[in-house]
């Protein structure tokens, strides 16, 4: 497919780019995509996992990756968080000693302690990004062009992207005010950070959507990113003429053939009505096709992001 | 493969079901399937969701729910058409802040403290927007309702986030517990600003750890904390009590958990690890039920036509030949898609021997109000599985 809205092709060039919505709407693939499409323009790329091992390697067809990132395709870094690996680097990076790290926090009892502290994997796992994000080579300069992060659903991502603020207003100073603040401002920078949220052409998600993405902006005061309708299906040239499966009905052989044609029926007017809901609400929607058949998540990265190669006539915002 | 009278049996039994799985495969429907079944059979039921995402309001018809039980109206029923219960059906949406509130309101021995805690700063973010805190609330919700003695509940359902936080609730008791039970967190309570020691945690001494910590929060954050957390003194025995009453109900074989996942193969390897992790804490599974099956359309006595023919039939009513390749495409997509998702049940069934496993249709259109959820509790709950398509 073709014809990514112009501001969609700016916002997906951004440094820092949020992939989240309702679960099960395909946010990893979406993530995955726009992660392969940046490499393959010969941008260095990183895809962060938050706290779901596995889905991202899964469609991307490579290992798991935890700990430091590494390369899987050319320009491609992979990395999956989860909270215990990001409190360890953490830790080591500001201690320096490995010793010292076990010591204290390979502690059990200190270890117990930790792990009932509220919202400190999300505050490690964060942190992780924000380092990342700013890293620079021995040049001084930016190690990765991108990071792209596929974030929870909803209501976690809600309370990790706002995180940061939090603690930087509850915390008196000290260095874990600070991290915090750096962080609460890469989520808020309205000119390199965006969140996209993913959708399916149906009622729940498009509601859950929305909400959600009122929810970045006003709440966590994120940059609003692409809104991308997955699961979308292809028009035929004889749907305008489904109505007819009322008249099959009445005929015993022709019932399965009604039956499929109904649910399609019904799955097409469904999606309308979603997609007019979507577009009303924004100039930027990407309709992301449903590709039939066994396709596996793989090939669909890899069909997305050809796809998106079109993104190279703009070369970024500005 | 759909046993309507097992799970029928299943839930009869049940004092607390939990439903856990993946994200978007219709948890928050089927919790409210399951609670209006068992309000047909007479039962007192309430709905308990937890899941920081407001769906369950919609879906039951109601404006809106919040922290307070609100009950489903006859009326909402018989609006569209429904039969109403004969049972009493409420539902409840955790509001974690209030929920914090109440819990310190209901259990903190010392009024001038307890007004204190409830300004403190830390104590504020805790209660509103930090992760885990919606996991230790819902534990206490579910005590609060299973023991409850105005307004007995028969069954209490409990709808989960998805799958990585359904077991951070799990583990929430014995977190709660550990952190209370912990020499770590009694000496950030007795440090204080006043930085009394108190000797050695296993192995290493306070000082270096409050200076290991202090390097990254700052000291002075581990002083507020001690504030925070000497704020909650008096309430700690209360606490330890409910985690190890709520432990209880979890490890009770009238609570039955149902993974709720989809015939597809990314949900099913989630359902599958959940179903594991519980199964290695001893937990109830009661069944796996897979929401949104595809329907195979060519169910004996349906059997597919020769292109030709169906051509013929169609244009006899006026359809076009693109018409009738279109309808034999869409009909041979959802026979073969039905065809996988059979085999990966069947794999299911396999690898958990002795688990009944319910398929639900997926449904045009999709469930979003009571009708939607009438149709889920027909499938589920009625022995034949006939096709709704038509």
């Known amino acids: ?318 | 493969m759909i046993n309507a009278a097992a799970l029928q049996e299943t839930v009869h039994r049940a004092k607390v079901i939990i439903c856990v799985g993946p994200g978007g495969v219709g948890k928050t429907s089927c919790s409210a399937a399951i609670g209006i079944h068992a309000a047909r059979q007479g039962r007192r039921v309430a709905v308990l969701t937890i899941d920081p995402a407001r769906r369950l309001a919609n879906a039951l018809g109601l404006p809106s729910i919040g922290n307070e039980e609100k009950d489903i109206p006859r009326s909402a029923f018989e609006k569209v058409g429904l039969e109403p219960p004969k049972g009493r059906i409420s539902a409840m949406m955790l509001d974690i802040k209030t929920a914090w509130d109440r819990v310190v309101q209901n259990y903190h021995p010392n009024p001038t403290e307890r007004d204190r805690l409830l300004n403190n700063k830390f104590y504020r973010s805790l209660s509103t927007s930090l992760a885990g805190s919606q996991e230790y609330m819902a534990m206490e919700k579910l005590y609060e309702l299973v023991h409850r003695e105005q307004d007995p509940l028969d069954l209490v359902v409990l709808d989960t986030p998805p799958a990585a936080s359904a077991v951070d609730f799990l583990d929430a008791p014995s977190k709660m517990l550990g952190a209370l039970d912990n020499d770590a967190t009694r000496w950030v309570l007795s440090s204080s600003s006043s930085s009394r020691r108190i000797g050695r945690l296993v192995g290493i001494s306070t000082s270096l750890f409050s200076r290991t910590i202090g390097k990254f929060t700052g000291t002075e954050v581990l002083e507020e904390l001690s504030v925070m957390l000497q704020g909650f003194s008096g309430m700690y025995e209360g606490f330890r009590e409910r985690a190890r009453a709520v432990s209880e109900i979890l490890g009770d074989p009238r609570t039955i958990f149902l993974v709720v996942s989809a015939p597809k193969a990314g949900p099913l390897r989630d359902a599958e690890q959940f179903a594991r992790n519980l199964r290695s804490r001893q937990l109830t599974i009661g069944a796996f039920l897979l929401n949104r099956a595809t329907y195979d359309p060519f169910t004996n006595p349906h059997s597919e036509l020769d292109s030709d023919e169906l051509s013929e039939k169609l244009q006899a009513l006026g359809g076009s030949s693109a018409l009738a390749s279109l309808l034999e495409r869409e009909a041979k997509f959802r026979q073969s898609q039905a065809a996988r998702e059979n085999e990966l049940v069947q794999k299911l069934s396999r690898s958990f021997s002795g688990l009944q496993t319910s398929l639900v249709p997926e449904f045009p259109g999709d469930i979003h109000d009571l009708i939607g959820l009438n149709l889920i509790e027909n499938k589920l709950f009625s022995s034949s599985w006939n096709s709704n398509l038509s």
């Open chain 1, 1 to 318: 497919m073709s014809g990514l809205p112009i501001e969609a092709k700016k916002l997906m060039q951004r440094r820092f780019q949020v992939v989240t919505g309702k679960g099960g709407v395909g946010r990893t693939l979406i993530a995955a995509s726009l992660a392969s499409t940046l490499a393959k323009l010969g941008k260095k790329t990183l895809l962060l996992e938050v706290n779901a091992p596995n889905h991202c390697a899964r469609v991307l067809g490579t290992e798991a990756i935890m700990g430091d990132p590494q390369l899987v395709s050319e320009n491609l870094y992979l990395c999956s968080m989860n909270p215990e690996d990001a409190l360890r680097e953490y830790a080591l990076m500001i201690l320096k000693f490995p010793a010292l790290y076990r010591l204290v926090f390979e502690n059990p009892l200190v270890k117990y302690f930790l792990r009932s502290v509220p919202s400190l994997g999300e505050v490690t796992m964060l942190g992780k990004a924000w380092f990342h994000a700013t890293e620079v080579n021995d040049g001084g300069q930016a190690k990765y062009d991108h990071v792209i992060i596929d974030a929870p659903a909803t209501g976690h991502a809600l309370t990790f992207l706002s995180v940061a603020r939090v603690v930087e207003k509850t915390v008196p100073r000290g260095p874990m005010r600070t991290e915090a603040g750096k962080m609460a401002a890469l989520i808020e920078d309205q000119k390199n950070s965006c969140a996209h949220v993913v959708f399916t052409p149906e009622e729940m998600p498009v509601t859950e959507g929305l909400e959600l993405s009122k929810k970045l902006q006003r709440d966590v005061g994120m940059k609003l990113g692409v809104y991308f309708m997955n699961k979308v299906r292809l028009a035929d040239n004889a749907d305008h003429e489904l109505s007819l499966v009322e008249k099959m009905k009445g005929f015993e052989e022709l019932r399965p053939y009604a039956a499929a044609g109904f649910a399609r029926k019904s799955n097409l007017e469904n999606q309308n009505t979603q997609l007019k809901r979507l577009f009303l609400q924004s100039e930027n929607v990407v309709k992301v096709l449903e590709l039939r058949s066994v396709e596996t998540d793989a090939h669909r990265v890899s069909k997305l992001s050809s796809d998106w190669l079109e993104l190279s006539a703009f070369g970024g915002e500005q």
